[in-house]
């Protein structure tokens, strides 16, 4: 959405003050384009439809392309929004805050491949749900937790019957070339774009940059325990599993 503001401009012309106004439009982009009103004949708003694949999303200063993957729209590039803390502190509910790590506490590994959050930090603590207490009410519909307006978190179910299925079962296909290596040679027919960029670990250390990557689904399976998505530099499964809340996963967000 555009935020337009509309400012006065005092211009002295032959010793006398007049007022004349000027458009201020600020963009999604955080771009500013002024226009003076006197060079204005109309203004017309028009609703251009968004196509995936096409079309970017802008979200908390970064731009994120997008890619349709059989009748879902993805994200094409992992999450990196929210202020950084070290590996080896638990990230926690602040409001208005939403708290990242990146890969051996390094920001330049945030912005090569995306940040890394706890699942409740994911989801935002959403019905009350945390690291070790499940959801009261539990889930139901979509999680937007920290995607951008009209996305939000992939169930198990999305990953599982709709992404895993319209790929075949080939984790290669979701891993960007030159991601794995023989049997786990990524292809990126899908246009995924994944990278094997590691993990936060539930001792606060970080672990398999290069081997290894994981996506956390809004589903959860325990207390203590979410499913997630995961794929190997070695071969070409597409592992979903339950995994402990505390570690540090990547998120992709699937539109709504």
């Given at each position: 959405?555009?935020?337009?503001?509309?400012?006065?401009?005092?211009?002295?012309?032959?010793?006398?003050?007049?007022?004349?106004?000027?458009?201020?439009?600020?963009?999604?982009?955080?771009?500013?384009?002024?226009?003076?009103?006197?060079?204005?004949?109309?203004?017309?708003?028009?609703?251009?439809?968004?196509?995936?694949?096409?079309?970017?999303?802008?979200?908390?200063?970064?731009?994120?392309?997008?890619?349709?993957?059989?009748?879902?729209?993805?994200l094409?590039?992992?999450?990196?929004?929210?202020?950084?803390?070290?590996?080896?502190?638990d990230?926690?509910?602040?409001?208005?805050?939403?708290?990242?790590?990146?890969?051996?506490?390094?920001?330049?590994?945030?912005?090569?491949?995306?940040?890394?959050?706890?699942?409740?930090?994911?989801?935002?603590?959403?019905?009350?749900?945390?690291?070790?207490?499940?959801?009261?009410?539990?889930?139901?519909?979509?999680?937007?937790?920290?995607?951008?307006?009209?996305?939000?978190?992939?169930?198990?179910?999305?990953?599982?019957?709709?992404?895993?299925?319209t790929?075949?079962?080939?984790?290669?296909?979701?891993?960007?070339i030159?991601?794995?290596?023989?049997?786990?040679?990524?292809?990126?027919?899908?246009?995924?774009?994944?990278?094997?960029r590691?993990?936060?670990?539930?001792?606060?250390?970080?672990?398999?940059?290069?081997?290894?990557?994981?996506?956390?689904?809004?589903?959860?399976?325990?207390g203590?325990?979410?499913?997630?998505?995961?794929?190997?530099?070695?071969?070409?499964?597409?592992?979903?599993?339950?995994?402990?809340?505390?570690?540090?996963?990547?998120?992709?967000?699937?539109?709504?």
């Amino acid at each position: 959405m555009k935020k337009i503001i509309l400012t006065i401009v005092f211009v002295l012309v032959a010793g006398t003050v007049f007022a004349q106004y000027k458009m201020s439009i600020k963009k999604a982009d955080n771009t500013t384009e002024d226009i003076w009103v006197h060079d204005m004949i109309n203004i017309t708003f028009t609703n251009v439809a968004f196509t995936c694949g096409t079309n970017t999303i802008i979200y908390a200063g970064q731009t994120y392309n997008t890619v349709q993957i059989g009748t879902q729209c993805w994200l094409k590039e992992n999450l990196n929004v929210g202020t950084r803390i070290n590996g080896g502190t638990d990230q926690t509910s602040t409001a208005g805050t939403i708290e990242k790590y990146c890969y051996n506490d390094n920001d330049a590994n945030c912005t090569s491949y995306g940040g890394l959050y706890q699942w409740a930090e994911a989801v935002q603590y959403l019905n009350g749900t945390t690291n070790t207490t499940s959801a009261v009410p539990a889930f139901t519909g979509n999680v937007q937790g920290i995607c951008p307006t009209g996305w939000h978190i992939p169930t198990w179910a999305e990953y599982n019957t709709t992404l895993n299925t319209t790929v075949g079962g080939s984790g290669n296909s979701l891993k960007e070339i030159g991601q794995g290596l023989g049997a786990g040679s990524g292809t990126n027919t899908s246009g995924f774009s994944a990278l094997l960029r590691g993990y936060r670990n539930y001792d606060g250390g970080f672990l398999n940059l290069g081997y290894y990557t994981l996506f956390w689904s809004s589903s959860e399976n325990s207390g203590i325990g979410a499913g997630s998505m995961g794929l190997d530099f070695d071969n070409s499964d597409i592992h979903q599993d339950g995994y402990n809340k505390v570690y540090g996963y990547s998120v992709r967000c699937v539109k709504d």
